[in-house]
């Protein structure tokens, strides 16, 4: 299984959710990129995060830029 199908699989099986940020999918596999990384630095997966957002050209859903220079909420709740 590629990796779109294993996402779109996992999407599907998701409840429903607000809309935040970042998706429950998302939020997943970020934690999953700091938990396996060689620093852990939550503030690096952050940032990436928001620059394939930037990149994807995906707008932020509030009127803030996403967090790129304050992580804190984001690693807090995960």
């Avoid at 957002?53 to 709740?77: F, M, N, Q, W, Y």
């Amino acid at each position: 299984m590629s990796a779109p199908q294993l996402l779109d699989r996992v999407e599907a099986l998701q409840p429903p959710f607000r809309k935040r940020v970042y998706t429950p999918t998302e939020t997943l596999a970020m934690f999953m990129t700091q938990a396996l990384s060689e620093d852990g630095s939550c503030r690096a997966v952050v940032n990436a995060a928001a620059v394939r957002r930037a990149l994807d050209g995906d707008e932020p859903s509030r009127p803030t830029p996403v967090p790129i220079a304050k992580p804190g909420r984001a690693c807090r709740c995960r």
